[in-house]
C-alpha cells in the first residue's frame, strides 16, 4: 500500500481538467477508478472535494489517498543520443532552475502519437539529490528558445503563478510572411480552439475566446517581401503568436503550415534556401528568481538554421535586440 500523494499542479498542466490530468500523471490509476475515487472525496484539491471536470490551477496541490501497489507504466527510456541533446540545451542551471534552449521539433510533454518529448528527458538532469527538474510552462512543438524548468515543489508553485500573473517579460524573434502594415503596435483579440475537424487549431473567437494581447516591432524588412518581428505576449494563450500574426498582422509566421506560413509567398521564399521551419525562436525571459528574489535574464541563442535564414534575408541574427526595452 502507498502512502498518500501529493502532487504541485505545475505550469504545463494550468487549466487541465482533474480526470485527464490525473489519466497522464497517474497513469497506474484505471479510470473507473480515478472517478470513484473524486465522487468519494478521496481525492482532493487544495484540501477540498473535486469534480472530475474540475479545471486545474498552477500551484495547486492534488492530494491522492493510499492506493494498493502495482506495476507501474513502464518509464521513458532516454537513448544516449537524446540525453547528449538534453544536456547540450542547458544554458543555465543553478540548483532550484534549469533553463534549456529547446530546439524546434521537440515536443515539451507526450501525449497522443508524441513519444519522444522533454518531460520524459528531463531524468537525465537528476542532481546530487536524487531531484530532476520538471515543467513550469510550455513551447510548441515547432517553436525554439527558452525553456524553465524548476526542481523544488516550491520553485514550480511560484513560477506558475509568475506565468500565469504575467510577472514574466517573454521576446520571441519572428521572420514573416509580408510585412506588417504598421512599424508597432498592440494586438487585442481573443483566441479559441476551432471548432471545425481539424484539431489543436486557434482562431480568432470575438464570442467565446480568451482575451489575448500581444506587442509587436518591426525590426528589419525585405522590401515587401518579409520582416524581422519582434513579439511579446502579455498573455499565454495557445498558439498566441501564430495566430495573431497570421489573423490580425495578414502577416503569417515563416514556415507554419497551420496558419498560412506556407501559402502562395512561400514558394517564393523558399527559393532563397530558408530553413523549412517555423521562424519562431523564444529569444528571451525576464524574471526575478523563485527562491531568491534576484533579476534573471535569459538569452536563448537563435539555432544554426535560423541564423543561416536570418542571413539570408540580410536579418542580424546575433545582436541582442529587444526593442520592448525601454518599456521596462
Same mark, same amino acid.
Given at each position: 500500500?502507498?502512502?498518500?500523494?501529493?502532487?504541485?499542479?505545475?505550469?504545463?498542466?494550468?487549466?487541465?481538467?482533474?480526470?485527464?490530468?490525473?489519466?497522464?500523471?497517474v497513469?497506474?490509476?484505471?479510470?473507473?477508478?480515478?472517478?470513484?475515487?473524486?465522487?468519494?472525496?478521496?481525492?482532493?484539491?487544495n484540501?477540498?472535494?473535486?469534480?472530475?471536470?474540475?479545471?486545474?490551477?498552477?500551484?495547486?496541490?492534488?492530494?491522492?489517498?493510499?492506493? =494498493? %501497489?502495482?506495476?507501474? *507504466?513502464?518509464?521513458?527510456? @532516454?537513448?544516449? /543520443?537524446?540525453?547528449?541533446?538534453?544536456?547540450?540545451?542547458v544554458?543555465?542551471d543553478?540548483?532550484?532552475?534549469?533553463?534549456?534552449?529547446?530546439?524546434?521539433?521537440?515536443?515539451?510533454?507526450?501525449?497522443?502519437?508524441?513519444?519522444?518529448h522533454?518531460?520524459?528527458?528531463?531524468?537525465?538532469?537528476?542532481?546530487?539529490?536524487?531531484?530532476a527538474?520538471?515543467?513550469?510552462?510550455?513551447?510548441?512543438?515547432?517553436?525554439?528558445?527558452?525553456?524553465?524548468?524548476?526542481?523544488?515543489?516550491?520553485?514550480?508553485r511560484?513560477?506558475?503563478?509568475?506565468?500565469?500573473?504575467?510577472d514574466?517579460?517573454?521576446?520571441?524573434w519572428?521572420?514573416?510572411?509580408?510585412?506588417?502594415?504598421?512599424?508597432?503596435?498592440?494586438?487585442?483579440?481573443?483566441?479559441?480552439?476551432?471548432?471545425?475537424?481539424?484539431?489543436?487549431?486557434?482562431i480568432?473567437?470575438? =464570442? %467565446?475566446?480568451?482575451? *489575448?494581447?500581444?506587442?509587436? @516591432?518591426?525590426? /528589419?524588412?525585405?522590401?515587401?517581401?518579409?520582416?524581422?518581428?519582434?513579439?511579446?505576449?502579455?498573455?499565454?494563450?495557445?498558439?498566441?503568436?501564430?495566430?495573431?500574426?497570421?489573423?490580425?498582422?495578414?502577416?503569417?509566421?515563416?514556415?507554419?503550415?497551420?496558419?498560412?506560413?506556407?501559402?502562395e509567398?512561400?514558394?517564393?521564399?523558399?527559393?532563397?534556401?530558408?530553413?523549412?521551419?517555423?521562424?519562431?525562436?523564444?529569444?528571451?525571459?525576464?524574471?526575478?528568481?523563485?527562491?531568491?528574489?534576484?533579476?534573471?535574464?535569459?538569452?536563448?541563442?537563435?539555432?544554426?538554421?535560423?541564423?543561416?535564414?536570418?542571413?539570408?534575408?540580410?536579418?542580424?541574427?546575433?545582436?541582442?535586440?529587444?526593442?520592448?526595452?525601454?518599456?521596462?
Open positions: 500500500m502507498s502512502d498518500v500523494r501529493e502532487v504541485v499542479v505545475n505550469g504545463a498542466d494550468d487549466g487541465q481538467r482533474l480526470d485527464r490530468w490525473l489519466k497522464k500523471n497513469p497506474e490509476l484505471p479510470y473507473a477508478l480515478a472517478q470513484k475515487l473524486i465522487r468519494k472525496g478521496a481525492i482532493k484539491v484540501g477540498k472535494k473535486a469534480k472530475t471536470d474540475t479545471r486545474l490551477a498552477t500551484g495547486e496541490i492534488v492530494r491522492l489517498p493510499p492506493m =494498493e %501497489d502495482k506495476p507501474k *507504466a513502464p518509464s521513458y527510456r @532516454v537513448s544516449p /543520443d537524446d540525453e547528449k541533446l538534453i544536456k547540450s540545451c544554458i543555465f543553478d540548483g532550484d532552475l534549469v533553463i534549456l534552449n529547446k530546439p524546434a521539433g521537440l515536443a515539451t510533454q507526450g501525449g497522443g502519437d508524441e513519444k519522444r522533454i518531460d520524459g528527458m528531463v531524468s537525465v538532469l537528476t542532481n546530487k539529490e536524487g531531484i527538474p520538471r515543467l513550469v510552462h510550455r513551447l510548441d512543438k515547432e517553436t525554439s528558445g527558452v525553456l524553465v524548468l524548476a526542481r523544488s515543489p516550491e520553485a514550480v511560484r513560477l506558475g503563478k509568475m506565468f500565469q500573473g504575467r514574466i517579460r517573454k521576446l520571441y519572428a521572420v514573416t510572411l509580408g510585412v506588417p502594415a504598421q512599424r508597432e503596435g498592440e494586438i487585442r483579440a481573443p483566441i479559441g480552439k476551432t471548432k471545425g475537424p481539424i484539431k489543436d487549431k486557434m480568432i473567437d470575438d =464570442e %467565446d475566446g480568451k482575451h *489575448a494581447i500581444t506587442d509587436f @516591432v518591426v525590426v /528589419d524588412k525585405v522590401q515587401g517581401q518579409s520582416a524581422f518581428v519582434a513579439f511579446m505576449p502579455r498573455t499565454g494563450r495557445t498558439h498566441q503568436i501564430r495566430v495573431h500574426a497570421s489573423e490580425i498582422l495578414e502577416c503569417p509566421i515563416v514556415g507554419d503550415s497551420r496558419y498560412h506560413g506556407k501559402g509567398k512561400w514558394g517564393e521564399m523558399e527559393q532563397l534556401t530558408l530553413a523549412n521551419r517555423l521562424h519562431l525562436h523564444a529569444r528571451r525571459l525576464v524574471f526575478n528568481h523563485p527562491i531568491t528574489d534576484s533579476p534573471l535574464d535569459v538569452w536563448a541563442d537563435l539555432p544554426k538554421d535560423l541564423v543561416k535564414s536570418w542571413k539570408t534575408l540580410g536579418f542580424n541574427p546575433s545582436e541582442k535586440i529587444d526593442p520592448f526595452e525601454e518599456l521596462f
